[in-house]
Each structure stands twice: as C-alpha cells, then as structure tokens.
C-alpha cells in the first residue's frame, strides 16, 4: 500500500467543475464559509472530494490529483473559504483557502490566518481575461 503525503496546509486550491455550477458560484461572496464533504459514491473518482456553500450548494470538486492528499487530513477538522472569485464576466471560478481550524488569541477571540480575499475581473497585465 502506497503511503499518501498528506497536502500540506495551509493551502489555495481551484475549484474542480465550477463551470458547470454557476448558479451555485454566483451565490458566493468573499471569505463565503464553504465545506468539504467526501464523495466515496462518485463513479469517476472515488477519492472525489465535493466542495459546498454553507448552504448546500454543489460548487465543484477538489482537483483530481490533489483529492487524494487532502483527504489523509479529517475533513471535519478543517476550514474552507473563499479566498479569491475570479469574474470574467461569463464565467466564475473560484479559489478556496483550507486550512486547519479556527485559529484563537488568548482572548479568545477568532483570527484569520491569511489575508482578506479579493475579487478579480477583466484583463491581466498579460491581456489574459480573469
């Protein structure tokens, strides 16, 4: 049996598959709480790990060839948000930032452990639609 190195966290992935779940992107705003659920039953990837809005909503998949690495970690214990949407105007992506639980000061008080997301459109620099 292979021994799988676990996806070292913290960590900003795509999302998988989120151009054919619009309706579900367009609902997301910012630093929008997502969950990340296994999906053992799914019939191209066994190891497929969906992506949700705290609503429910199918936003996607983990990419394929990370499903695997991030999985070696209990998903129940992480946290998963939206780090940056990026619009071109027809379609949305998105990039999730997952880490491991909510970080706490001595006051007790919750702190983000990365920065403030930000919402792309238009062109690169590189004239590439975003």
Do not use: W
Request: glycine share 10%; with cysteine; proline share 11%.
């Amino acid at each position: 049996m292979d021994t799988i190195t676990p996806l070292p966290l913290p960590a900003t992935l795509p999302v998988a598959g989120i151009s054919f779940r619009q309706d579900a992107a367009r609902s997301c705003t910012p630093d929008s709480t997502l969950t990340l659920e296994p999906e053992p039953g799914n019939r191209y990837d066994e190891a497929a790990i969906r992506v949700t809005t705290s609503r429910g909503g199918h936003l996607g998949y983990i990419p394929a060839a990370l499903n695997r690495r991030l999985g070696a970690h209990p998903l129940e214990t992480l946290t998963v948000r939206v780090e940056e949407i990026l619009d071109s105007g027809d379609i949305i992506g998105l990039r999730i930032r997952i880490g491991k639980g909510t970080h706490h000061s001595a006051g007790g008080a919750a702190r983000s452990p990365t920065p403030p997301p930000e919402r792309r459109s238009g062109r690169s620099p590189d004239g590439q639609t975003l």
